[in-house]
C-alpha cells in the first residue's frame, strides 16, 4: 500500500484492546510497519494479563487518555456510520465511530488523512498526555502524529 495506509492500520490494532488475536498479529505487525516496532517489541515480552492489565489502566481508567476524538471537543466532526459503510466497513455499535482505531482504520481504507489531521490537536494533546503517564502507547500516537502536518496554532 502507498503512503502510511499499512501503519495507520497497524496503529489501529495497537490501540485496541490487547486479546490473542492481537497477539497473533504481533510479528506482522513489527515487520510491516517499522515505526511500531518499540511498542511491538514491548507487546511481544510483556506477559497477556500485564499488557491487558495496562491497557484498562491507561484507556479504561477515566478520560484522561481517551481513545474518542470527541473527548478532546475539537470542532472537527467524527465520521459517519455512512462513511464507515462506504468504504466496506460496519460500525459495531460498540463504539461511537469517534474512537481513535476505528478513525485510523477508516483512514487506512480511504487513503486520506484528513480525519486526523483534523482532529490534530486533540491527538497531539493525547500523545503528550500518554507520553507524560509513561506508557509504551505514546509510541504509537508519536508514529502516526509524525505522519500528519503540524497543528493549526490557531493564528
Known amino acids: 500500500m502507498p503512503g502510511f495506509e499499512v501503519l495507520y492500520q497497524a496503529a489501529a490494532l495497537c490501540l485496541m484492546y490487547p486479546d490473542d ?3 497473533a498479529r504481533l510479528p506482522l505487525l513489527r ?4 515505526q511500531l516496532r518499540e511498542f511491538a517489541d514491548h507487546a511481544a515480552v510483556t506477559p497477556p494479563m500485564e499488557l491487558a492489565a495496562h491497557y484498562v489502566e491507561v484507556f479504561e481508567a477515566g478520560q484522561e487518555h481517551s481513545l474518542y476524538l470527541s473527548a478532546w471537543r475539537e470542532a472537527a466532526p467524527a465520521p459517519s456510520e455512512e462513511l464507515y459503510r462506504a468504504h466496506g466497513l460496519e460500525t459495531t455499535g460498540e463504539e461511537p465511530p469517534d474512537f481513535l482505531p476505528a478513525v485510523l482504520e ?5 487513503g486520506s488523512d484528513g480525519l486526523l489531521t483534523e482532529h490534530r490537536d486533540g491527538l497531539d494533546r ?3 498526555r500518554l507520553t507524560a503517564f509513561g506508557t509504551p502507547y505514546a509510541t504509537v500516537l508519536d508514529a502516526v502524529c509524525a505522519t500528519l502536518p503540524p497543528a493549526n496554532t490557531g493564528s
Not at 31 to 34: I, L, V
Not at 106 to 110: P, S, V
Request: positive net charge.
Open 21 to 23: 488475536d492481537f497477539r
Open 31 to 34: 515487520e510491516a510497519a517499522p
Open 106 to 110: 477508516l483512514t487506512a481504507r480511504t
Open 126 to 128: 493525547l500523545r503528550s
